[in-house]
């Protein structure tokens, strides 16, 4: 069964989606780009409130493939007490160094999640690299927002593709990008682990907007619906 992940830049907006009964929560900042990080300040206070009472998962910024600079940023972002850190996976640069470069810190328990993008027509073959370097999942999202929906720019094909050879490999599979309630049912046949969203949790379905407690709970019932007696499922990835 697929879970839901929700993008949320704030504590208001984290209690929000908590509420709704989200599987992650992943801190990141809309306004800064496809993968736009928070400042480190406020992933802490985020960490402090809610560490232990959902997963959390944060991005580390719109990077160039640059080993050392992403390296950092991976460092200073697991400091926070994060359960997964996501790494976008940008065109050009050094692919190869970088994730040689986070092995060791795969190695220690740090749990990495590389971001592709399929509007960019990756080769999918790297996901063997990416298990082979210790990362803990793959998902497939987009980076240029106004070209719509990964389900536009993706054949389904290609995602289903996508989703058993991430699942073969052992690693957590993940498909967001500007997904609607209209995409939902026909991802959920893939069967990847999760969905992810912000766009469609927010004030007419902008991403920069803030979120909306309707909309969260509208697409969490589309995923799968919460008991009554559960307001959030805790761990599940």
Same mark, same amino acid.
């Given at each position: 069964?697929?879970?839901?992940?929700?993008?949320?830049?704030?504590?208001?907006?984290?209690?929000?989606?908590?509420?709704?009964?989200?599987?992650?929560?992943?801190?990141?900042?809309?306004?800064?780009?496809?993968?736009?990080?928070?400042?480190?300040?406020?992933?802490?206070?985020?960490?402090? #409130?809610?560490?232990?009472?959902?997963?959390?998962?944060?991005?580390?910024?719109?990077?160039?493939?640059?080993?050392?600079?992403?390296?950092?940023?991976?460092?200073?972002?697991?400091?926070?007490?994060? &359960?997964?850190?996501?790494?976008?996976?940008?065109?050009?640069?050094?692919?190869?160094?970088?994730?040689?470069?986070?092995?060791?810190?795969?190695? #220690?328990?740090?749990?990495?999640?590389?971001?592709?993008?399929?509007?960019?027509?990756?080769?999918?073959?790297?996901?063997?690299?990416?298990?082979?370097?210790?990362?803990?999942?793959?998902?497939?999202?987009?980076?240029?927002?106004?070209?719509?929906?990964? $389900?536009?720019?993706?054949?389904?094909?290609?995602?289903? &593709?996508?989703? $058993?050879?991430?699942?073969?490999?052992?690693?957590?599979?993940?498909?967001?990008?500007?997904?609607?309630?209209?995409?939902?049912?026909?991802?959920?046949?893939?069967?990847?682990?999760?969905?992810?969203?912000?766009?469609?949790?927010?004030? #007419?379905?902008?991403?920069?907007?803030?979120?909306?407690?309707?909309?969260?709970?509208?697409?969490?019932?589309?995923?799968?619906?919460?008991?009554?007696?559960?307001?959030?499922?805790?761990?599940?990835?």
């Amino acid at each position: 069964m697929s879970g839901m992940l929700a993008s949320v830049e704030n504590l208001a907006e984290a209690f929000v989606v908590l509420d709704a009964g989200v599987d992650i929560v992943d801190l990141k900042a809309p306004a800064a780009g496809s993968l736009g990080a928070l400042p480190l300040k406020r992933v802490q206070e985020i960490v402090a #409130q809610l560490g232990g009472r959902c997963s959390l998962s944060a991005t580390v910024g719109d990077l160039p493939m640059n080993p050392k600079q992403v390296l950092e940023a991976v460092k200073n972002m697991a400091a926070t007490g994060v &359960d997964y850190v996501k790494i976008g996976f940008f065109p050009g640069g050094d692919w190869t160094g970088t994730m040689r470069a986070l092995t060791p810190l795969a190695e #220690q328990g740090t749990r990495l999640v590389a971001v592709l993008f399929g509007d960019q027509q990756p080769d999918l073959r790297v996901v063997a690299t990416i298990a082979g370097a210790g990362f803990a999942g793959a998902m497939l999202d987009t980076m240029e927002k106004r070209r719509g929906a990964l $389900t536009q720019v993706c054949s389904l094909r290609a995602l289903h &593709d996508f989703v $058993t050879d991430v699942k073969a490999r052992g690693l957590l599979c993940g498909l967001a990008g500007s997904l609607r309630e209209e995409d939902i049912p026909r991802l959920l046949e893939l069967n990847p682990d999760y969905l992810g969203f912000r766009g469609a949790l927010c004030r #007419q379905h902008e991403r920069t907007a803030m979120v909306d407690a309707g909309a969260v709970h509208i697409i969490r019932a589309l995923i799968s619906p919460v008991p009554a007696a559960q307001t959030n499922p805790g761990q599940k990835a």
